[in-house]
């Protein structure tokens, strides 16, 4: 029955990893519960092998030869589903920590292009915040091509801006 039950769930496991690969954030609700029906489950049955192997090195005299070659054969593949369910634990708490990295990956670069993308239209809410207050001394208000030589200055520094940004962390970006 718990071999059974650990073959499934690494079936299941070899599925959801082959999921995270295609698609990294489809699978992360299932696989925390088979790993936490699978720590239940070793909580339950981990100190069950070395209670058979004690009552199998000193065998009750009911008992029969061929029955306990059989109860030591059920012992062994029994420990041995135990320590499967361990690594499979594990793998199961790899796979984890591999989606917590690819999300916060994916967070990162996010965050990064919405900062990028702020301090690119930085300039470009100032100037109307300055051209809307009703005070006298704008800068080149009286001069005839003021308004293109201010557009030409904040254009010029977005561009430069987003020139900069974009060979410094060209491999960020997408």
């Not at 071999?3 to 959801?16: K, L």
């Not at 100037?127 to 010029?156: D, E, K, R």
Request: charged share 20%; aromatic share 6%.
């Amino acid at each position: 029955m718990l071999v059974e039950i650990v073959r499934d769930a690494t079936s299941r496991v070899d599925a959801i990893e082959d999921r995270v690969r295609a698609h990294p954030f489809a699978s992360r609700a299932e696989l925390g519960a088979m790993r936490r029906m699978l720590v239940r489950l070793q909580r339950l049955l981990a100190p069950e092998p070395a209670a058979l192997f004690r009552l199998l090195t000193r065998p009750p005299m009911w008992l029969a030869q061929e029955d306990v070659t059989d109860l030591r054969q059920s012992a062994e593949e029994f420990a041995a589903a135990v320590a499967d369910s361990v690594a499979l634990v594990e793998r199961m708490r790899l796979l984890q920590e591999e989606l917590i990295a690819m999300t916060n990956e994916q967070t990162n670069n996010t965050l990064f292009v919405l900062t990028a993308v702020t301090v690119l239209a930085l300039p470009l809410t100032i100037v109307p915040g300055m051209f809307g207050m009703n005070v006298a001394g704008i800068p080149f208000s009286q001069h005839a091509s003021g308004f293109w030589m201010i557009v030409l200055t904040i254009t010029g520094a977005v561009s430069a801006a987003g020139a900069l940004a974009w060979s410094h962390y060209r491999g960020r970006l997408f």
